[in-house]
């Protein structure tokens, strides 16, 4: 939450000059409520069954060059799998929790796994291991744009497929 993926995402789509996909935006369109409200009527477990319905579906289409999704999706085994299978690219942006924190804080909408700071801190350890196991790392810093980071994640995507 708040590593800017969303950003970063639409800012490497222009870069490769391919289509991106927000996951989050695509379960808003497909369930006409956004996770937020998923999440909080019907609970985390429903929303990551929504969640790994809609990546199944974006990946099988293939039109989007460049997906992004949500912070805990990638912490679901069978999402990584299905990503694997299309033999995606997978990069996580690795932000300090300060900075995270700082941008959640900024967010008019609230964030329900992450209501506050001790709360979003504790998910924030939580899932860095899992982010461990993602393609390539690339740290983020706050005055680097997300122009300046889509262009890291290239080279690091360029530099994995040249190996």
Do not use: H
């Not at 935006?25 to 937020?36: L, N, V």
């Not at 060059?65 to 805990?72: A, D, N, P, Q």
Request: neutral net charge; glycine residues 6%; charged residues 30%.
């Amino acid at each position: 939450m708040g590593s800017g993926k969303t950003t970063v995402g639409n800012a490497l789509a222009r870069l490769l000059d391919c289509r991106a996909l927000d996951l989050d935006s695509f379960i808003t369109e497909c369930e006409q409520r956004g996770p937020k409200e998923i999440i909080e009527q019907d609970g985390e477990e429903a929303f990551r069954r929504i969640e790994t319905r809609a990546l199944r579906e974006v990946l099988l289409e293939a039109s989007a060059g460049v997906i992004t999704v949500g912070g805990g999706a990638w912490n679901v085994a069978e999402n990584r799998k299905l990503i694997a299978s299309q033999k995606a690219f997978t990069v996580w942006l690795d932000p300090s929790f300060e900075l995270c924190w700082k941008r959640i804080e900024s967010d008019a909408e609230l964030r329900p796994l992450a209501p506050s700071r001790g709360l979003a801190q504790t998910l924030y350890a939580a899932r860095r291991p899992v982010y461990e196991l993602a393609n390539a790392r690339v740290p983020v810093y706050e005055n680097e744009s997300a122009e300046e980071i889509a262009k890291q994640v290239a080279r690091a995507a360029a530099w994995k497929a040249a190996r």
